[in-house]
């Protein structure tokens, strides 16, 4: 299995420019996860999808930032205008039901300046 | 609201030593994760504790859980430098979401 997959994996952007950040999660996971990662805020969960479907977006910082998840293969979270408070790392993790772990598994990130 | 705090934030230890890192949490939980993240890289999955009493072993580390004191503790045994890392909790939140701790970073020295 090739894991969860991010692209790109570096984007460096000028501030006011739109960013669209890209997920592959494993295949026949039916959760996904987007979260930030800060040294000052460290890890924080975004947005999470069930099916496709948004179940809790309460971390999604401002309207700033939106997410989709066309089919269960494909998930983008968009940052229009980004600012360079947005710069940090983004993860993309998912999970299925099926094994009552729930344990997340995580793609290699998106590393975001913006300048 | 689930809060989770690890202790120490930075841990510096000679290699061949003994350490315990902490992992406190703020309301129940039943399950509870350690992942390791190397510098610029991303996470990856070490223990997944599902039961109050659990116990885990991989090499040199050893996790386990206690629910009833909300903690759990990630025991490094003759660390070695390949350790050097940061370690994080992660506490469920109802059953998907985690709370991550704030992390550990440890830095074994030769």
């Known amino acids: 299995d090739a894991g969860v997959i991010q692209s790109p994996r570096h984007e460096v952007t000028e501030m006011g420019q739109e960013v669209t950040l890209r997920c592959k999660p494993i295949s026949g996971h039916d959760y996904l996860f987007w979260y930030r990662q800060t040294m000052m805020r460290g890890l924080e969960l975004l947005i999470y999808f069930n099916n496709n479907v948004p179940i809790d977006d309460s971390g999604m910082p401002e309207d700033r930032f939106s997410a989709k998840m ?11 205008p980004s600012e360079p408070r947005d710069s940090a790392v983004y993860f993309c993790a998912s999970s299925f ?13 998106t590393r975001l300046t913006v300048t | 609201e689930l809060k989770v705090e690890q202790n120490p934030l930075f841990l510096s230890m000679q290699e061949g030593k003994n350490y315990t890192i902490y992992c406190n949490y703020s309301t129940t939980s039943d399950r509870l994760y350690w992942y390791r993240q190397d510098p610029g890289k991303s996470l990856e999955s070490l223990f997944v504790l599902l039961s109050n009493g659990a116990v885990k072993q991989e090499g040199r580390l050893m996790a386990s859980l206690d629910t ?5 503790t990630l025991h490094i045994t003759a660390a070695v430098h390949d350790l050097s890392a ?24 030769a």
Do not use: D, H, W
């Open chain 2, 68 to 72: 009833k004191a909300r903690l759990s």
């Open chain 2, 86 to 109: 940061t370690y994080f909790c992660a506490v469920a939140s109802g059953t998907y979401k985690y709370i991550f701790g704030t992390g550990t970073r440890l830095k074994v020295l």
């Open chain 1, 70 to 80: 066309p089919n269960a293969s494909f998930s983008t979270l968009k940052i229009q």
């Open chain 1, 97 to 109: 039901t099926a094994g009552r772990s729930y344990e997340q598994y995580f793609g290699p990130g």
